[in-house]
């Protein structure tokens, strides 16, 4: 039977989970669940910032982000650098057994270990009122690697850290990454 | 071995998979994948629609829309209003196998057959460059079944339609949604 909730952010909390990255800008790195692709052209993502992090602070000066996509084998590096704040940890990188080296196209660090790496340059930001904030990155350098799969990566929702599920229907990963 | 691409869309291509909804705003009902909570406070959500589709043009007269959640069940549902538009079908639920009624707060109707439905009024349009304009919908009811599982529900990404995968950590869902 379906029921009317009277607390509305009950909405939000029965969300089916998404992808979860991590967000890099500086010397930066920090976990986030608010992302999404923007547009397919030009191809950009959003990322969604609660304000009072030192991640919001450092895409507010320096314009730019990396989206770096973690697989489910790197929950524990996930779960330290969401543990941490950059404020006042400034070797997260090293507490959470990753590495990283400057983008190509960004002076931010991206990821090492992270199979994807989308360097973002911030083209908007929405700055409408509520908890997050977020910036719309045009994608202007990608790294792939070639035994990505998306099968690997790792889902978050309301405390639940899952694997990505079976294929119910389409190509497998292998025909798509090659 | 990484390898940089020199196509920025496959970027956008490489991404995990998102949650896939109804959305459905007056008569109409669509598929999208491209869709994220917005806000925690106020509970608030967003939709990416592309300007072509009768959606968008629904939305932007009567400035509210319903996210409902379908289950992994529903795939030919999603399918069959995924294949079809509005604006020359305006059968789309029976060809569909759904039932509709009106919202409680929105004149649009919800889906029935869906376990969640979020009815929303439109509060702000992102309406920079791009392939998708996203609507912000402060969430004004909530209607979620009591046997509702986020396990259940339905991913997309890249013509792969999915399971939700296995919970690798936090709470069951019978201990959340109860």
Same mark, same amino acid.
């Given at each position: 039977?379906?029921? /009317? ?18 967000? *890099?800008? +500086?010397?930066?790195?920090?976990? @986030?669940? @608010?992302? =999404?692709?923007?547009? %397919? ?8 910032? &609660?304000?009072?992090? %030192? /991640? ?9 982000? @990396? ?6 084998? !790197? ?7 969401? $543990? ?5 940890? #400034? ?5 959470? +057994?990753?590495?990283? &080296? !400057? +983008?190509? &196209? ?17 083209? =908007?930001?929405? #700055?409408?009122?509520?908890? =997050? ?7 202007? !350098?990608? =790294?792939? #690697?070639?035994? %990505?799969?998306? $099968?690997? *990566? ?5 405390? !639940?850290?899952?694997?990505?599920? @079976? ?7 292998? #025909?798509?990454?090659?």
């Amino acid at each position: 039977m379906k029921k /009317t909730h009277n607390e509305l952010i009950d909405g939000i909390k029965a969300l089916p989970p998404f992808p979860v990255v991590f967000v *890099t800008v +500086g010397k930066n790195i920090m976990v @986030a669940g @608010a992302f =999404h692709f923007f547009s %397919y052209n030009p191809p950009s993502v959003m990322v969604g910032i &609660k304000p009072e992090k %030192y /991640t919001y602070e450092l895409i507010k000066s320096m314009k730019e982000f @990396a989206i770096n996509i973690p697989s489910k084998e !790197q929950l524990d590096s996930i779960k330290i650098c969401g $543990s941490l704040s950059g404020r006042k940890e #400034d070797n997260k990188y090293e507490r959470a +057994g990753l590495t990283h &080296k !400057q +983008g190509n &196209k960004i002076n931010s660090y991206i990821v090492n270990e992270c199979s994807v790496n989308l360097e973002c340059e911030v083209v =908007h930001e929405i #700055d409408f009122d509520g908890s =997050h904030k977020w910036f719309i990155g045009e994608i202007k !350098q990608v =790294h792939v #690697d070639e035994n %990505y799969r998306r $099968s690997d *990566t790792l889902m978050f929702w309301l405390g !639940q850290f899952r694997e990505v599920g @079976a294929l119910i229907e389409g190509r497998k990963d292998e #025909d798509i990454f090659l």
